[in-house]
Structures are given as structure tokens and as C-alpha cells.
């Protein structure tokens, strides 16, 4: 493994220990204040670290106590300066209704090192859906 992808497969350990601990700075601290996010909820793309940081507050806030998170099948490509992954994340929790959430859903961050550091330039997650229904399919795993 070379050096660049050590360093991102630490990135996305750190990511998702925050996700756990539903810190939100130890996340945003990574985002490029441009980043362009495609997220599995609505809008349809978010542009900033300030959105980010704003969704991030969102969702942690909708869960009680901790978040359980993974990243599985992770792959890392990394040069020198520039890095993406990509992996089947998985959130389970009890939100602050009552409800339980267990999903799989398909993430790819892209990285850029800027000023010696790798920061994230591109975020996708995604969630597949049923043609016939039009529905999400949230019961899917790996």
C-alpha cells in the first residue's frame, strides 16, 4: 500500500470513530471550504463546509445516543496529490422518535492534498432504487 493510501484509509478510520462520536468538528476539519456533497437525502447537492457542517448537526441530532457506523469493501486509489475511495457504508441507531435505522448505502469521498494536507473535496452517497416502485431500496446488504 503506498504512503497517499495509508494516509486516506487513516482519514476514513478517523471518520468513521467522529461519525460514532457524532463530532462534528473532527469531521468538517477535512472538508475543502468548497466541497461539493451529493448526500442521500435532500437537496440534491450541497456546495461548502458550512453546509456540511450545518447537515452534520442535522442528522446527529436526529439519532439518541450513539451512531454504530462501518465502512466495508473500503478501495483506495492515491497518487501523490490527489485520492478517492469508495465503500459500502452502514448507519444503525435509534432516532430521537423512537424509530430504529438500519441502512446500507454506497459512498465515495474524493480527496485532494492541499497545503499538505488531504482534504475532501467530493463526497457521494447513494442509495439504489426500485424502478418498478420508484422507491429507495433500504433493505439491501452486502
Not at 31 to 58: C, H, M, W
Not at 82 to 89: D, E, K, P
Request: net charge negative; aromatic share 8%; hydrophobic share 35%.
Amino acid at each position: 500500500m503506498s504512503s497517499s493510501a495509508a494516509q486516506i484509509r487513516g482519514l476514513i478510520g478517523d471518520r468513521v470513530k467522529a461519525v460514532r462520536g457524532k463530532d462534528v468538528d473532527a469531521l468538517v476539519l477535512h472538508y475543502a471550504r468548497d466541497v461539493l456533497s451529493f448526500d442521500v437525502v435532500n437537496p440534491l447537492q450541497s456546495t461548502g463546509s458550512d453546509a456540511i457542517k450545518k447537515r452534520l448537526d442535522e442528522w446527529f441530532s436526529s439519532f439518541q445516543g450513539s451512531i454504530d457506523f462501518e465502512i466495508n469493501d473500503l478501495k483506495i486509489t492515491a497518487s501523490e496529490d490527489v485520492a478517492f475511495c469508495h465503500g459500502l457504508s452502514n448507519v444503525k441507531g435509534t432516532t430521537t422518535i423512537g424509530g430504529k435505522i438500519s441502512m446500507w448505502y454506497r459512498t465515495t469521498i474524493c480527496y485532494q492534498k492541499m497545503d499538505g494536507r488531504w482534504t475532501i473535496t467530493h463526497e457521494h452517497d447513494s442509495v439504489p432504487f426500485n424502478v418498478e416502485s420508484g422507491n429507495a431500496s433500504l433493505d439491501l446488504k452486502p
